[in-house]
């Protein structure tokens, strides 16, 4: 069985289980195994990521009508803060219905190595994404009635040529323990659908060595 202490540091929580999946970011899982599985520790060291801001503007649907598109990517070759944007209002319709007066529309700031974009207060950096999509819509955006800064440090992890070998080797030393399994976009892949595969993978991983059913 294993014996995990879980929870903030200043209140502690030891809990025991017969199994148990690590599905934490790499520099957590690195931390969490480092005392006794120390090859899968150093490589998980090694899986870069990078940090992501998302800025959310609410703009009086009077002064910037819903833009067209779902949304955009922004190439590096832009020179551009801003990564990617989405007219929310125009891609969700639950959103337009629940509320037409305001035009929600996001921008996501942040590339691998470029930590400097982000490391700006919260209203500078709404300033920066609302200067970048109004050059790219061409026009001059109003002031927002509302906007909001959501920071995922460390949120998107990278995966550098011989990722799948590194995994590999991750996964070795961690199958010599028994009833411990990884997942999480540090793995299989970084969008949601296979990161509910890694996770699908864990639990029957763990299923099969107690001898139950898939
Ligand atoms: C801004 C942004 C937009 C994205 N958009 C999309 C999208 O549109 N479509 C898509 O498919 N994917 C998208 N992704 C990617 C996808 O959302 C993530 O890769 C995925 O959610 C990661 O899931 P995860 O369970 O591996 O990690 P997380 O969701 O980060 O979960 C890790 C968990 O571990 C916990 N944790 C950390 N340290 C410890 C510790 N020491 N002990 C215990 N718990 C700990 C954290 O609190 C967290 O709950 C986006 C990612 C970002 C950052």
Do not use: C, M
Request: hydrophobic share 45%; charged share 20%; aromatic share 6%.
């Amino acid at each position: 069985a294993w014996e995990l202490t879980i929870g903030a540091t200043t209140a502690p929580r030891v809990i025991r289980a017969d199994a148990v999946v690590l599905a934490t970011p790499a520099a957590a899982t690195r931390k969490l195994v480092q005392a006794f599985a120390p090859a899968a520790a150093t490589t998980l060291a090694a899986v870069e990521s990078a940090s992501v801001a998302v800025v959310t503007f609410a703009f009086a649907a009077s002064e910037l009508p819903p833009p067209t598109g779902s949304g955009f990517l922004v190439p590096p070759i832009e020179g551009r803060s801003i990564k990617a944007s989405t007219n929310s209002s125009s891609k969700w319709g639950w959103l337009a219905r629940q509320a037409p007066e305001v035009t929600y529309v996001r921008a996501s700031l942040g590339r691998h190595l470029e930590e400097a974009t982000l490391q700006r207060p919260d209203a500078a950096l709404a300033e920066i994404a609302r200067r970048d999509l109004g050059d790219i819509l061409g026009r001059r955006l109003p002031v927002p009635v509302d906007w909001h800064v959501q920071r995922w440090g460390g949120g998107l992890p990278q995966y550098a040529v011989g990722h799948v070998e590194r995994i590999e080797l991750v996964r070795n030393e961690i199958a010599t323990f028994h009833g411990l399994e990884v997942a999480g976009a540090a793995y299989d892949g970084v969008g949601i659908p296979a990161v509910i595969g890694s996770g699908r993978r864990a639990a029957r991983a763990l299923a099969e060595a107690a001898g139950l059913r898939d």
